[in-house]
């Protein structure tokens, strides 16, 4: 082997990822690491656990952590880091990134994925198919984004945020750390920290 690749999860979010670093690094060996699965093989691919992956013998070795939960990518960041293994970016080739755009490691971002001018992302960020981040954008660690977030200009989002699917968060509103956004929401205010918001217009869920 001359590099390998290990799609931390086996699952969904996993095997959405595994094709997009197939295309990415054509030349490396890529396995799934999932400690509940392993043994196993999914879509012509290994599944390892991590110790398995740990003590195999390459030149070099890398993660791409595909878990949806964003505090559970958060410890096994921190398993990686332990473990001196960085963490690389999966990018879909369909991918539109515009100017001074900022994304921390780790990333997933997945088809059809646009992210425009003068973006501050942070770490592990996951970004499913066709959402999109506007300009002057800043976006903590953890963040998730599931399929046709809508995140428009001048918006802040903290550490750990989940927004669903097809929300649409409007200019210039601030999202807490910790706060889930529903499926379909549209948000016209602030969020505060760790509170769930539904509906249009978004209010917090009782």
């Known amino acids: 082997m001359r590099k390998l690749i290990g799609v931390y999860g086996a699952s969904g979010c996993g095997r959405g990822i595994m094709p997009l670093l197939r295309?990415?690094?054509g030349q490396?060996?890529?396995v799934f690491v999932d400690d509940a699965q392993a043994p196993g093989r999914v879509n012509g691919h290994d599944i390892l656990n991590w110790q398995d992956f740990v003590r195999c013998d390459v030149k070099e070795k890398s993660v791409s952590i595909a878990i949806a939960a964003s505090q559970t990518r958060q410890v096994l960041a921190r398993r990686c880091a332990a473990a001196q293994i960085p963490l690389v970016e999966a990018r879909?080739?369909?991918v539109v990134q515009m100017d001074d755009v900022?994304?921390?490691?780790g990333a997933c971002l997945s088809p059809f994925v646009t992210l425009t001018s003068n973006i501050r992302i942070g770490c592990c960020f996951h970004a499913n198919i066709y959402s999109y981040v506007e300009h002057d954008c800043i976006i903590g660690d953890f963040v998730t984004f599931a399929p046709g977030a809508k995140v428009n200009g001048n918006v802040v989002i903290g550490d750990h945020v989940y927004?669903?699917?097809?929300a649409i968060l409007r200019?210039?509103?601030e999202i807490g750390m910790g706060a889930t956004v529903g499926m379909g929401a549209v948000v016209t205010r602030n969020v505060p920290p760790n509170v769930t918001v539904v509906g249009n217009p978004a209010?917090?869920?009782v």
């Open 163 to 166: 927004i669903g699917s097809g």
């Open 203 to 205: 209010k917090p869920l």
């Open 23 to 25: 295309e990415q690094y």
């Open 102 to 105: 900022i994304i921390g490691y």
């Open 171 to 173: 200019q210039g509103i």
């Open 28 to 30: 490396a060996d890529l």
């Open 92 to 94: 879909a080739a369909s």
